[in-house]
């Protein structure tokens, strides 16, 4: 072989000796790097893995049958929210002091005015119940018991005990009214019938109606079966043109108007009428023992609330309309009412139909002290003239009462507060010597409730 072959085989074999070494290395980094990006997917699969976990757990812990406790109540639910119970309630704790009264028209006492537990349900998810019996006053009355159909938000369905939808003030809840009784129009629209109602929301809850046939009771009446075989038929509907405009004045302004017809028969044994009542719940008119209801009973009532910011506005009027006889005698009674109501937030909250949530809850040890109202109001009530002398007696029975009252409410929490009121109220008629004597009175007031 000669010399220049043998140098060409001694130089590749050089070449494939150090070539080796080289390709190794770049096959080991090549591996590294493949393995490195295995355990990156594998560790972002884990990362995913317990993601998916505890999104698990969350949405678990949400659907969790159970019982929770919350400033609305105690709630026993099933997991999915279809089977709910709800307990709740509430204590009305009064003082009422009567002023200056040379003839006792009421005693000074402490009293318990409402004491009412409240058991709500919902059964397959659109079914709801509601039974509210009251024990205040030494007495047990039921006042709620009725069952309620969702179909949808414009359209649910109740049959039971229930307040019809009549008047303004009287369909306020007693823990949301800004004094501690209601004023001298709730005197002529009915409290609890039993009857069979339909009503819901439209637009967003711009417009709400209900409408229903109820037993019908008399003025201030709490029914729980009728005496004839005639029916009321009752119907309101409430406008809120503005409610979705964020921003405006007019947000908070509603107005409406409600009302009922029917026929009421009654006996002497059985009057079916109503006795009329001061804001300090003495009563200043009644009928004639002999008087009785025998004919049409109608009653319309336009009402309107505004609020804005702290300030809240109510203004409610009721007519009321009722045949009564006695004797040979028969006569269509037309009696009036209306009030004007207002309250103010001094501690700033947002004023509303319903009870407000103070924006500092009571805790001395943080300086927060709930939310203070004051309110004020005036209110009238006027019989028919025709109703003297024949279906009630001048000297007994007042033909008139105005009232007027000042109001001061401390709310520690959410339908937890202390109020305390001053009412005067005026009489025509109702004594021996003309007029009834002047009704002054204080109404202290705690109340505790969920």
Do not use: C
């Amino acid at each position: 072989m000669k010399i220049r072959q043998r140098f060409a085989i001694a130089l590749a074999l050089g070449l494939f000796t150090v070539a080796q070494p080289q390709q190794s290395v770049a096959q080991q980094d090549t591996t590294l790097a493949s393995q490195v990006q295995r355990l990156d997917q594998q560790l972002r699969v884990l990362q995913r893995l317990r993601e998916l976990e505890r999104d698990s757990i969350v949405a678990a812990s949400k659907t969790k049958a159970g019982l929770t406790a919350s400033k609305d109540g105690f709630t026993i639910k099933s997991a999915d929210g279809d089977f709910q119970l709800k307990l709740r309630g509430y204590l009305q704790a009064d003082g009422r002091f009567f002023l200056s009264d040379s003839v006792v028209q009421g005693t000074n006492t402490f009293f318990l005015r409402r004491a009412r537990s409240i058991l709500e349900a919902t059964v397959f998810k659109y079914i709801d119940f509601r039974l509210m019996p009251d024990f205040g006053q030494g007495t047990t009355v039921l006042f709620d018991a009725y069952g309620d159909i969702r179909f949808r938000p414009a359209f649910v369905l109740r049959a039971g005990k229930a307040k019809p939808p009549v008047g303004f003030e009287r369909l306020q809840s007693a823990t949301d009214i800004r004094f501690n009784e209601r004023g001298l129009p709730t005197n002529l629209v009915p409290n609890r019938d039993v009857g069979l109602q339909a009503y819901g929301d439209l637009g967003g809850g711009r417009v709400a109606y209900a409408a229903g046939v109820f037993n019908g009771v008399p003025d201030l009446g709490n029914g729980d079966g009728d005496v004839s075989d005639a029916k009321d038929f009752a119907a309101r509907i409430f406008l809120q043109p503005f409610l979705k405009q964020t921003g405006s004045l007019l947000s908070g302004l509603g107005f409406g108007v409600s009302g009922s017809t029917g026929i009421e028969r009654g006996s002497t044994t059985a009057q079916q009428l109503p006795g009329y009542r001061t804001p300090g719940q003495a009563t200043f008119f009644k009928y004639s023992a002999t008087a009785f209801a025998n004919g049409h009973r109608r009653r319309v009532s336009p009402q309107l609330y505004f609020a804005t910011g702290p300030l809240g506005l109510l203004g409610e009027y009721v007519i009321s309309t009722q045949e009564v006889t006695k004797g040979a005698t028969t006569a269509n009674l037309k009696h009036r009412a209306w009030q004007a109501q207002g309250s103010f937030f001094l501690t700033g909250e947002k004023n509303s139909y319903k009870t407000v949530t103070p924006k500092k809850v009571f805790d001395p040890t943080k300086g927060a002290w709930g939310a203070i109202e004051i309110a004020a109001r005036y209110g009238e009530l006027k019989l028919d003239d025709a109703t003297f002398p024949t279906y009630a007696t001048a000297t007994t029975a007042a033909s008139k009462a105005r009232a007027w009252g000042v109001g001061l409410n401390w709310y520690l929490a959410k339908y937890i507060k202390m109020a305390v009121d001053y009412e005067l109220t005026k009489f025509t008629g109702g004594a021996t010597t003309g007029d009834r004597e002047t009704e002054q009175f204080v109404d202290t007031r705690f109340q505790f409730g969920l």
